[in-house]
């Protein structure tokens, strides 16, 4: 099973910009503000979430 690390969101961007975190990486969204969203997307992939903002800075 993967390790759950924790990242502060001022390490976020060096962690992608490095290739620790990719658009595949599953993370916790805890935006999430329904029940509906904690079953379908509390545990999902980072592209698919508000991080996928870090991603689109590394392929312009």
């Known amino acids: 099973m993967p390790e759950i690390q924790l990242v ?7 962690k992608v910009a490095a290739g ?3 658009p595949d990486t599953y993370v916790y969204d805890n935006t999430i ?3 509906e969203d904690f079953t ?21």
């Open 8 to 14: 502060a969101l001022s390490e976020f961007e060096n």
């Open 20 to 22: 620790d975190i990719t």
């Open 33 to 35: 503000t329904t029940a």
């Open 40 to 60: 379908g997307r509390w545990h999902t992939k980072a592209s698919a979430t508000w991080m996928s903002r870090y991603f689109t800075k590394q392929t312009a």
